[in-house]
């Protein structure tokens, strides 16, 4: 799991990412991706709505399986100058976790 300085919290800035990011979109996940200063650092926020799943237990596992992916993938990932959102799409409980590693290798590559 990453370090708490690499996580998005603030709904405005979830919000501006939305609005003024890029969105790309693979199995079970979209991802929008939004540049900033170079100064300011690299954060990363996981999103599972109740659409996805009604209970808050199947969001959280899902949730866990997407950090410990972008954990894994933290080397690849810019250490300064991005804001990263990855949504889960209705579908995400179809695929396993290397199915989901392997889209989110192909986003970050």
Do not use: C
């Amino acid at each position: 799991m990453l370090p708490p300085k690499w996580r998005l919290s603030s709904p405005t800035v979830f919000k501006q990412v939305y609005q003024r990011g890029r969105r790309h979109r693979t199995a079970g996940l979209t991802w929008w991706v939004m540049s900033q200063p170079p100064a300011n650092h690299t954060r990363l926020g996981v999103v599972v709505s109740s659409r996805v799943a009604k209970r808050a237990t199947e969001r959280n596992l899902y949730k866990r399986r997407l950090w410990a992916i972008l954990g894994e993938f933290k080397e690849k990932i810019p250490n300064f100058g991005y804001y990263f959102v990855v949504v889960a799409s209705q579908d995400i409980g179809h695929y396993s976790y290397s199915e989901l590693k392997h889209s989110l290798s192909d986003i970050i590559k």
